[in-house]
């Protein structure tokens, strides 16, 4: 007999949970941004490379069509920017393979929300005002960090110069891994999750900018104030060792977001990866014109997790993974 049939947060923790998402419902209706709610199946995936999409068959007016659950909301939601939605935000139900533990589990909820016309900096704001107004208290100062001064403060080495065997090289002695052939970015990415990360937010609310171009993702690029060197136009939000959000002056150029799909999915077939599905609607979407503006997702069950003081995600959702 099955025996693992209970929930894996107390119910006095899911009553717990209720209030705090309408905390964040509440903090967005007094800035009037619109609450939206977008499809979980797509035609389109997640190209990243470092994001495992899952996908399924099903029968559509169309026929038998390979649809994608999403890794986040975060294309149709900017097909709604592109349609004149204005500030939108989204509590989303969001998938990616493999990622289990502590701190992820293979379906989790997502935060995200969208500010046309709102400059990275403002937005920064007011994810650590929304990130203050769900822990009910004092996360210290909000302090800025550069990734690359993160590197050499740390690890003592600038990591848009390094040699790659010399990244390599750090990586596997960080990682116990062999790491001989791991690219620049799977070694930088290991790096900052094992050496940097657990010192971030510790006594402050940590945001880290300027991260490699080669990291922009769905961001626009700007030149690194100190050498010129193109840099991601990012931030990731850090507290008590943990990421909570990440953030984008987002994209809006079509050609630059078809080319940079068309990147992913031939560093996929490098890395030996099944190809994903690029999103054509977004790039329509984008080509009629998407308003320039910033981005933000954010892991709501960390953030919970954080505000109640728990152990693990798990502890904050009815049914993790193992037990749906």
Known sequence: MMVDWRPTAEIETLHARARLLAAVRAFFAEREVLEVETPVLGHGGSTDVHLASLSCEATTPAGCERLWLQTSPEFHMKRLLAAGSGPIFQIARSFRDGEVGTRHNLEFTMLEWYRPGLPLDALIEETAALIRAVLGRESGPLRHRRYRELFREVLGLDPFTAELAALRRLAGERGGLDMAGAPRDDCLDLLMSLAIEPTLGRDSLDVVVDYPASQAALARRHHDPED?????????????????????????????????????????????????????????????????????????????????????????????????
């Not at 991601?232 to 940079?260: C, K």
């Not at 505000?307 to 993790?320: D, N, Q, T």
Request: hydrophobic share 50%; net charge negative.
């Open 228 to 324: 010129g060197a193109w840099v991601a136009s990012r931030f990731e939000v850090y507290l008590a060792g943990l990421e909570l959000a990440n953030g984008y002056d987002e994209l809006t150029d079509a050609d630059e977001q078809a080319t940079r799909f068309a990147e992913d999915n031939a560093a996929r077939c490098e890395a030996g990866l099944a190809e994903v599905d690029a999103d054509a609607r977004l790039l329509a979407a984008l080509a009629h014109g998407m308003p320039a503006g910033s981005g933000v997702a954010l892991g709501l069950d960390r953030l919970i997790q954080l505000a109640l003081g728990k152990a693990s995600v798990a502890e904050v959702m009815a049914f993790a993974t193992p037990r749906a």
